[in-house]
């Protein structure tokens, strides 16, 4: 008995934008599972780093993430079902960056406590997300929009993780803050 063949780009065709929207939530709470638990110890670690006074709330930062992977995943269906797409390639190399990152970060600021690494990586998440909105922007509008609001986050964040690198010590790296 031969096993049928599953066209996985014709089930990304079908994925409704509510469907979409329920996996963003999915992957954005295994992105904070990376992190460890919410544990005491996180919370305190979190509460007594020096933050940019423009800084928002901390509760901000798991919805803007799903509604940046919400819109991911929207560039990546069409990315994914456009094979003829110029750049394709180059965007889905980027997407994959994007996506270790934001799968990695967690583990990174919260288990290894590294401050100058989450802003290397917040800083990365930036160059990437803005080069994927220059490369889609040149070939397909749509798919260069779904990353507009990765890249205004990014950039955004990017200053907050600068700061708290430079005003905290980096328990991983066992470095003091270099600014006082």
Not at 29 to 36: D, E, I, N, S, T
Not at 62 to 81: D, H, S
Not at 100 to 128: G, P
Not at 129 to 155: C, G, R
Request: charged share 15%; aromatic share 14%; net charge positive.
């Amino acid at each position: 008995m031969q096993m049928p063949i599953i066209n996985t780009q014709q089930i990304a065709n079908k994925l409704k934008w509510w469907q979409i929207a329920l996996i963003s939530v999915a992957v954005s709470l295994l992105g904070k599972l990376a992190g460890g638990n919410d544990t005491d110890e996180q919370k305190l670690y979190t509460k007594q780093l020096k933050q940019g006074p423009w800084a928002p709330p901390a509760w901000l930062f798991g919805p803007a993430w799903t509604i940046n992977n919400f819109f991911l995943l929207i560039g990546l269906r069409r990315l994914y079902t456009n094979e003829q797409m110029p750049e394709r390639r180059k965007l889905l190399i980027l997407q994959a960056m994007l996506w270790v990152i934001f799968f990695s970060f967690s583990y990174v600021y919260f288990r290894k406590k590294s401050t100058v690494l989450a802003a290397i990586w917040t800083m990365s998440d930036a160059i990437f997300a803005t080069a994927s909105f220059m490369v889609a922007n040149k070939v397909d509008k749509k798919v260069s929009m779904t990353y507009l609001p990765l890249t205004a986050w990014t950039l955004f964040a990017s200053t907050l993780a600068g700061y708290q690198a430079l005003k905290n010590p980096d328990k991983a790296l066992g470095t003091p803050a270099l600014l006082n």
